[in-house]
């Protein structure tokens, strides 16, 4: 069965920000992906790049991080993490909601992120809520600055 993924909306930002949200995202889709191509953050050498979807900010989300020899965990955060953006060079996140639309079951989702020296994590993330995803906004896990130039492209996946 062929897959096909459709664009649905690409952010760019024109200034610094801590966040920036998508949103109006419809549900005739089975899964999303949200690709960033991050330019160089400011404010310190690396931060924690999280989402939390719907406007929910309340403890209810969870992720499992895996770095080289390293990995942790973080239960009961009013987001969840996604990639870590670099101050020396272009990063990258490819985060995948599976079953976003689904209003029987916690929201799954798994990213991985890096940056182009060869840096790489992988994330698996959970919102324990069966409401179906209308929007996602990233944060800065330390206030730092997403930089302008970053490009965040909203992608649905529909089976055909």
Request: hydrophobic residues 30%; contains cysteine.
């Amino acid at each position: 069965m062929p897959v096909t993924y459709e664009p649905i909306t690409t952010t760019t930002l024109t200034s610094s920000t801590t966040s920036f949200t998508l949103s109006n995202i419809p549900s005739t889709y089975t899964d999303l992906v949200l690709v960033i191509d991050g330019s160089p953050i400011t404010g310190g050498s690396a931060m924690d790049s999280n989402w939390y979807v719907n406007g929910d900010t309340g403890n209810n989300y969870s992720d499992t991080r895996l770095q080289g020899n390293y990995s942790d965990r973080n239960a009961n955060y009013s987001s969840s993490r996604c990639g870590q953006p670099w101050s020396t060079n272009r990063w990258y996140t490819y985060l995948h909601f599976f079953d976003y639309a689904n209003t029987n079951t916690n929201k799954v989702t798994l990213a991985r992120s890096g940056n182009y020296d060869g840096s790489l994590e992988l994330y698996a993330g959970l919102w324990r809520s069966t409401a179906a995803i209308t929007s996602i906004t990233l944060i800065s896990g330390q206030a730092r600055n997403y930089t302008s130039g970053t490009v965040a492209t909203l992608y649905g996946i529909k089976a055909a």
